[in-house]
């Protein structure tokens, strides 16, 4: 099967300006959002200094996954992603199921990351967090970042990039300074003992939080340059670079704040006790900066989602429109910033965390296993076909297996109501239709 033969790919209007840098982008930003600021005490209580290869185990478990959408992002040149792949490996209801829960999980991580920061704000304009404060303040982050998606894919890559470039030069200060103040004492002797295998196997939970929402970056592949060259090296390149950063930041952390395991802040400690209070004031704009950078890829990539929805006929036409201007799915971009506003204002989202890494899980086994269904049609110049016959989309599927395992029975009867839901909007789309 050739890419032009699949008939929404020729429907799509939106323009190629997503190039390597950007695809990477929306690699390091899904993945290093909110999370990184805070993992480090709850790593080093569970897994004490052995907490650093606990990070470089998540990353090896995660690796198999991303993978497989490194190759499977290499097959399509149209929007869609996940949706894409389950729709035409499993049938349209199978792609629909993956796109909501993604989708529904999206939205819930967005709504969340606005809440923090506003919080963030707070810290320096405290009328921020306050009552009819906080809900402008709410209103004007969700309005910002949609005008940002509606007026086009650079303005929104460009915005992302200089989010990214002052989240990175924060977090790199860190282990840099670090490395510089504290010398020698930074590398783990790893002379303690060794922590049991349940805390190292609730460690691993924890900090797999900290791998997940690289799938976004593959979702907007229409508009791509290079889909099948860009995707699997934004993707291994951004796993890459995440997962060193992340190990540098909890040898230097460990070893900055001595009470790690009790820290409730656990960056914003370290910077403290290197830099003085200037470095927490300059760790508290690297929060906002990650913040914003995520939340920009997050709108991006989601809104792209019920965009393609629309194309296969699952969701209204109306989500399907793009501006004339701007050439921007612009009604998909103010429904995701309206119902994220009311999340954000109304809604409380610490019992709904958990589910959002369900239904991740549940989008990555059925991407893995779209592997041998699709693998035949697409093999062809160009593809990034993974070594190993289909042992590394075995392996994704039994890493998930065994995530899921972890999760709370709460969580799975909350994914199986979203479920539910989504069964009830496909039926009625296909009805429409």
Not at 104 to 110: D, E, G, P
Not at 278 to 294: E, K, P, T, Y
Not at 399 to 413: D, G, K, N, P, Y
């Amino acid at each position: 099967m050739s890419d032009a033969q699949n008939p929404t790919e020729t429907q799509e209007k939106l323009p190629r300006n997503l190039g390597l840098w950007g695809v990477w982008m929306l690699v390091v930003n899904g993945l290093i959002g909110a999370g990184i600021f805070g993992l480090p005490s709850g790593a080093a209580a569970l897994a004490g200094e052995y907490s650093v290869l606990i990070y470089a185990f998540c990353a090896l478990l995660i690796l198999p996954v991303i993978l497989c959408f490194a190759e499977l992002g290499s097959y399509f040149r149209g929007t869609g992603g996940p949706v894409r792949y389950g729709t035409l490996a499993f049938g349209p209801f199978i792609g629909f199921q993956g796109g909501w829960l993604y989708y529904l999980a999206r939205l819930i991580s967005f709504s969340a990351n606005t809440v923090l920061l506003t919080d963030s704000i707070a810290y320096f304009l405290p009328i921020a967090g306050e009552s009819t404060g906080r809900l402008i303040s709410l209103a004007l982050i969700c309005i910002g970042l949609s005008v940002i998606n509606v007026l086009g894919s650079v303005e929104s890559i460009r915005s992302m990039t200089v989010f990214t470039i002052i989240k990175f030069a924060v977090l790199i200060l860190l282990p840099v300074g670090g490395f510089i103040i504290l010398g020698a004492e930074v590398i783990p002797r790893f002379d303690s003992p060794v922590p049991p295998f349940s805390d190292l196997g609730s460690a691993a939970l924890l900090l797999i939080y900290a791998f997940v929402g690289f799938e976004g970056a593959v979702v907007p592949a229409g508009e791509a340059k290079r889909p099948e060259r860009d995707m699997p090296l934004g993707l291994l390149l951004g796993l890459g670079v995440v997962a060193v950063l992340y190990m540098l930041i909890q040898l230097v952390t460990q070893v900055a704040v001595p009470n790690l395991a009790d820290s409730k802040t656990p960056l914003l400690d370290a910077s403290a006790a290197l830099f003085g209070s200037s470095g927490a004031v300059i760790l508290m704009i690297g929060v906002v900066a990650s913040v914003l950078a995520n939340l920009i890829g997050a709108m991006f990539s989601s809104t792209r989602l019920t965009y393609a929805l629309s194309l296969e006929k699952s969701l209204p036409a109306w989500f399907g429109a793009v501006h004339p201007k701007f050439l921007t799915p612009a009604n998909s971009v103010i429904f995701f910033g309206i119902s994220a506003f009311l999340l954000s204002a109304f809604g409380s989202f610490t019992v709904l965390a958990a589910m959002t890494v369900l239904s991740r899980l549940f989008l990555y086994i059925m991407s893995c296993a779209a592997i041998p269904k699709l693998r035949p049609q697409f093999r062809g110049q160009g593809k990034f076909i993974l070594p190993g016959g289909f042992a590394i989309p075995a392996l994704g599927i039994l890493a998930c297996l065994w995530l899921m395992l972890q999760v709370s029975e709460r969580s799975i009867w909350m994914t199986a109501i979203f479920i539910a839901i989504g069964t009830g909007l496909y039926w009625l789309g296909k009805r429409q239709s």
